[in-house]
């Protein structure tokens, strides 16, 4: 049986995406072809299906437009251009941002910036989703390149800022370090995209999101198959791909507080949370009465030393619990409980379930089964 001819136009260039399709392709014997965009004397009838990455760029819609007149089966990685219906696999770009919310959140930030270079459907999906996940007390500014460095400078520190993808948190990185602003200390960082290149060759590490690119492009082969097979070409068709986890490096390595002391302390809890210890601990570190300690908690933070020792606890633990490979026991061990019964009763009463409930009810989350043909 000859294998179909599937044209990639996945631009600018994406190995996560290319490696994704490949998988795929091999699977089903596909013949792999790539272009940037199609000539205007080429047919696009050569072709028995395309993938591409259509972005908000006049000669782009228009290819994307002549395929679809011409009826061959097509798939968008994105959804840059919405009013061009036809089929998509894309990211699930509103979750992508209330999971960096959940991230900045879970370190004390009070204050938040959405980052970007430009501005497209999918900058106002992240940024949407960034903001639902954020309390209504919490503060958001909208940063743009063109102000940046004023944006940096005018911000309530410590500030949390999201960025579009991760080149855009490079440039926020570069402008942060061009007013000599503290990276994460005033400003903490967070990219989108979980590109090793980007993250790790900055003068300050960072922190991603990973997209789930190369399952993103293998959802958009396996929808594109199910067209090239006959399927109804439902030009609404849609596959939703989850993201992955947050990469923390240095760039939000950070607890936030503007308060020097509480900032100190909150540090102080965050970097011994795997050993039994108290309030007395933490202010014999500091140096400080613990009734000053704890004045200082009700004042600004308005929970407990021991409410906060509680509550980085189980955040670690929680984010331990979304790897099913690690030990109960293990978890318990590395967030300074006892032993693994003593944090099955100090998780089920804060949060209704055990811990191999909440691991399994994760789990389901994040392997959700893709949402297709639907707006």
Excluded at 23 to 41: I, P, Q, S, V, Y
Aim: contains cysteine.
């Amino acid at each position: 049986m000859q294998g179909k001819n599937v044209l990639l136009m996945i631009t600018p260039y994406s190995q996560p995406r290319m490696e994704g399709v490949a998988r795929f392709a091999k699977e089903h014997g596909w013949n792999l072809m790539t272009a940037d965009r199609l000539a205007g004397t080429e047919n696009p009838e050569q072709f028995d299906g395309v993938i591409m990455s259509l972005r908000n760029n006049a000669r782009q819609v228009a290819t994307a437009r002549r395929i679809i007149a011409a009826g061959v089966p097509a798939v968008d990685l994105t959804i840059e251009c919405p009013e061009v219906e036809m089929p998509r696999a894309i990211s699930d770009n509103a979750k992508i941002g209330g999971i960096a919310a959940q991230h900045f959140l879970d370190r004390g930030f009070e204050h938040f910036a959405f980052f970007s270079s430009s501005w497209s459907n999918v900058h106002r999906l992240r940024y949407e989703g960034f903001k639902a996940a954020l309390p209504e007390d919490a503060t958001l500014e909208r940063w743009t390149l063109k102000d940046v460095a004023a944006n940096v400078a005018a911000a309530r520190k410590p500030v949390a800022a999201l960025a579009y993808n991760d080149s855009d948190a490079a440039r926020l990185v570069a402008a942060c370090r061009a007013q000599d602003v503290s990276i994460p200390r005033d400003v903490a960082i967070m990219g989108i995209g979980n590109d090793p290149f980007l993250c790790e060759t900055q003068s300050t590490p960072i922190s991603s999101v990973d997209q789930n690119l190369a399952q993103n492009a293998y959802d958009g082969a396996r929808l594109l198959d199910g067209l090239m097979r006959g399927g109804r070409r439902r030009r609404d068709a849609l596959a939703v791909t989850p993201p992955g986890q947050v990469f923390a490096r240095e760039s939000s390595n950070t607890l936030a507080n503007s308060d020097p002391l509480v900032r100190a302390a909150l540090l102080c809890i965050h970097a011994n949370i795997s050993h039994p210890f108290g309030a007395q601990e933490i202010a014999g570190k500091l140096g400080i009465p613990r009734r000053t300690l704890d004045r200082l908690f009700a004042n600004v933070l308005h929970r407990s030393v021991g409410s906060e020792i509680l509550r980085q606890r189980l955040i670690r633990a929680k984010r331990l619990l979304a790897d099913p490979d690690v030990p109960i026991k293990n978890i318990a061990a590395a967030c300074g409980f006892c032993n693994a019964a003593y944090l099955t009763n100090i998780f089920r009463d804060e949060t209704g379930m055990t811990p191999r409930e909440w691991r399994t009810r994760e789990g389901r989350a994040s392997a959700r089964p893709k949402q297709e043909n639907r707006r």
